[in-house]
């Protein structure tokens, strides 16, 4: 079975420290891959998605970045955090045949002060 | 682009009855996917239910199920018998089908759902 693993689960970071959250599919192969960002009690924004090694689409301007060095492997970072980049980010994954629902990573919160 | 638009920032509803949640999408293709995803306190995303655009009979799943208008690009979730469980945030999402062009899973804002003992 197909299994998603998203790290860490929380964390504090410094602002204009540098970020790095890894998500990591198992069972699958050439997933489409997701990050989304979540304000408090607001719904999800999405920010990168990916459908192959080395192919990012951006939805929107910000401070992250986001890479897939490998097929079942996608990672969010940023060079310097801002406050505003506080949030729950989650990492999904979709398959490229038959119907496409997302699964989604525990999530991590991000907490910059 | 596609939009998602859940007009109900916050609903109530008492336990054992029904409550319908709206969700309304806008979109040029004629073949997609609609999802209702469930995010409790936890915050881990549960898919409740998915319909595929091309499918005109509602999807069901136990106490859930859909009014899917397809012409008025309306996306409703309907649960029965409501349980004190069912409180969360509902999630709607639209995705286009694979070979679209495009992968993007769009969510609506959300509706905070309260289950009153």
């Known amino acids: 079975s197909q299994t998603i693993h998203q790290w860490p689960a929380t964390l504090v970071q410094p602002v204009g420290s540098p970020l790095s959250l890894e998500c990591t599919v198992e069972?699958?192969?050439?997933?489409?891959l997701y990050w989304y960002r979540q304000a408090a009690g607001r719904g999800l924004q999405l920010l990168f998605y990916?459908?192959?090694?080395?192919?990012i689409s951006s939805e929107v301007p910000q401070n992250l970045s986001a890479s897939r060095p490998q097929d079942r492997q996608f990672i969010l970072s940023s060079k310097k955090l801002l406050l505003s980049d506080s949030g729950f980010y989650l990492c999904?994954?979709?398959?490229?045949?038959?119907?496409?629902?997302?699964?989604f990573g525990q999530g991590t919160r991000l907490t910059v002060v | 682009a596609q939009t998602v638009t859940q007009s109900q920032p916050e609903m109530s509803v008492q336990e054992a009855e029904t409550v319908t949640l709206s969700c309304t999408y806008d979109?040029?293709?004629?073949?997609?996917?609609l999802f209702w995803y469930k995010q409790p306190p936890s915050r881990q995303m549960i898919l409740v239910i998915r319909?595929?655009?091309?499918?005109?009979q509602n999807a069901t799943e136990n106490r859930f199920s859909v009014n899917f208008q397809k012409a008025a690009k309306s996306f409703s979730l309907k649960i029965s018998d409501s349980q004190l469980g069912d409180t969360a945030m509902y999630f709607c999402?639209?995705?286009?089908?694979?070979?679209?062009?495009?992968?993007?899973?769009?969510f609506g804002k959300g509706t905070k759902l309260s289950v009153i003992p």
């Open positions: 069972g699958t192969s050439n997933p489409n």
């Open positions: 990916s459908v192959g090694i080395g192919q």
């Open positions: 999904a994954w979709s398959a490229t045949w038959g119907l496409t629902e997302a699964f």
């Open positions: 999402a639209f995705m286009n089908p694979p070979g679209a062009g495009s992968y993007q899973l769009t």
């Open positions: 319909q595929e655009a091309y499918k005109q």
């Open positions: 979109t040029s293709e004629s073949n997609y996917y």
